[in-house]
């Protein structure tokens, strides 16, 4: 088993502590690519929107969540008692990835072959919106 990220929330206070954390980067991101594409100050102004900068920080610090990988037999090992399992993907595939949010005792996975860096991405923003979005 490997443990990729650094965002593991005990409860929805740390979460949001988390994703606040995460603001300042993420403005600094949008600026910092806005100017690497040229925008003068008025096409920044007309373009660059709260919304954009709220994409940036959920994108942030979904990226930042923590993800566990391993065979099927870790995962159903590591899964708490009692806590609500979604799984996407397939159950004759042998990889794992999972993420645990004590914060609504639920644990988010998804199945994976061979792309484990791309399997750790995609579970980060499906559980972004399927568990920390409504709590940030």
Same mark, same amino acid.
């Given at each position: 088993?490997e443990?990729h990220?650094?965002f593991?929330p005990? @409860?929805?206070?740390?979460a949001?502590?988390?994703?606040?954390s995460?603001?300042? !980067?993420a403005?600094?991101v949008v600026k910092? #690519?806005?100017k690497?594409?040229?925008? @003068?100050?008025?096409?920044?102004g007309?373009r660059?929107t709260s919304?954009?900068v709220?994409? !940036?920080?959920d !994108?942030? $610090?979904?990226?930042?969540l923590s993800? #566990?990988t391993?065979t099927r037999?870790? $995962?159903? @090992?590591?899964?708490?008692e009692?806590f609500d399992?979604?799984?996407?993907g397939? @159950?004759?595939?042998e990889?794992?990835a999972?993420?645990?949010?004590?914060?609504?005792?639920t644990v988010v996975?998804?199945?994976?072959?061979e792309?484990e860096?791309a399997? +750790?991405a995609?579970?980060?923003? +499906?559980? $972004?919106g399927r568990?920390?979005r409504d +709590?940030?």
């Amino acid at each position: 088993m490997e443990t990729h990220g650094t965002f593991s929330p005990e @409860d929805e206070a740390t979460a949001r502590e988390q994703y606040e954390s995460v603001g300042p !980067a993420a403005q600094t991101v949008v600026k910092e #690519t806005a100017k690497a594409m040229q925008f @003068d100050r008025e096409e920044y102004g007309e373009r660059v929107t709260s919304d954009v900068v709220e994409t !940036a920080r959920d !994108a942030l $610090f979904a990226s930042l969540l923590s993800v #566990t990988t391993g065979t099927r037999e870790e $995962f159903e @090992d590591a899964v708490p008692e009692n806590f609500d399992v979604h799984v996407e993907g397939s @159950d004759n595939v042998e990889n794992v990835a999972w993420h645990v949010a004590p914060a609504v005792e639920t644990v988010v996975a998804a199945t994976y072959n061979e792309k484990e860096n791309a399997a +750790i991405a995609t579970l980060q923003r +499906i559980t $972004f919106g399927r568990v920390y979005r409504d +709590i940030v």
